[in-house]
């Protein structure tokens, strides 16, 4: 299984980037792919996490508006819109999957260990 997210760069605030996460080696139908981060200095957080059987995606609170999800299953990739951003998003975005059947999207952003597989991730700098 191999996770290979692209799309970082380096920003002014109130740009946009969108992110992508190619998955190799397993079928998005039996895993759903999450997004999260680590500032600087910051403890990694789960941004934004879809729930395997549907239903409204899960944002952190200081990203709800501003980001969205979303899957490409023909292409085993997902997506993640950031739009208007700010310093605050600065820092490294991973995506990883997990094959775990939760009932809420919530879960795989609040405790990351339900993700089993991580790719390396792709730096965002939001600075002028």
């Known amino acids: 299984v191999q996770l290979q997210a692209s799309g970082g760069g380096l920003v002014q605030p109130g740009g946009s980037l969108r992110l992508s996460c190619r998955a190799t080696?397993?079928?998005?139908?039996?895993?759903?792919i999450n997004w999260f981060r680590q500032g600087p200095g910051e403890e990694r957080e789960g941004v934004s996490c879809?729930?395997?059987?549907?239903?409204?995606?899960y944002y952190t609170d200081s990203v709800k508006g501003r980001f969205t999800s979303s899957r490409d299953n023909a292409h085993n990739t997902v997506y993640l819109q950031m739009n208007s951003l700010k310093p605050a998003d600065t820092g490294i975005y991973y995506c990883?999957?997990?094959?775990?059947?939760?009932?809420?999207?919530?879960?795989?952003?609040?405790?990351?260990?339900?993700?089993?597989?991580w790719g390396r991730g792709t730096l965002v700098t939001v600075s002028s």
């Open positions: 879809l729930a395997r059987k549907g239903g409204d995606p």
């Open positions: 990883a999957a997990s094959s775990a059947a939760l009932s809420e999207a919530k879960e795989y952003c609040v405790a990351s260990g339900w993700n089993e597989h």
């Open positions: 080696g397993l079928d998005l139908d039996h895993y759903t």
